[in-house]
């Protein structure tokens, strides 16, 4: 075998390798990432006017950050990136305390069709 031949069969197999290096790339597994508390409109909806703080964290959870300077409001935030959309999906819900109990609610939580369940029956094969 020449030297040239040499050469052409090592650029080859470098041409090879950097395909196959391409290819694999692509099957990479990407996770979500998610941060927070997942906020959906039917949880949120469920919080009244005159609920306790023990009810509030039933239903949503541990505040981002509780307490601090500010102890009668609680903040709800969830962050939720997936690879097939385009924009993460961002939701905030700020409850407002008054003499330890619910005074008031702002929310940006509005229902994501995306989540809901099937309810239709799916019939299995063979049956």
Sequence with gaps: MTSMQSN?????????LAAGLAGAA??????????????????VAQIKTGMTRAQ????????????????????YDYYLKLRHLQHPRRNHVVVYFRNDLVDHIESDVKGNPAEHVI???????GA
């Design 8 to 16: 052409i069969s090592r650029a080859a197999g470098m041409l090879l």
């Design 119 to 125: 309810t239709k029956p799916v019939n299995a094969p």
């Design 26 to 43: 692509g099957c990479v597994y990407h996770m979500p990432i998610q941060q927070g508390n997942h906020l959906d409109a039917a949880t």
């Design 56 to 75: 509030v964290r039933y239903l949503l959870g541990t505040p981002m950050v509780p307490g601090g300077f500010q102890n009668d409001l609680w903040d």
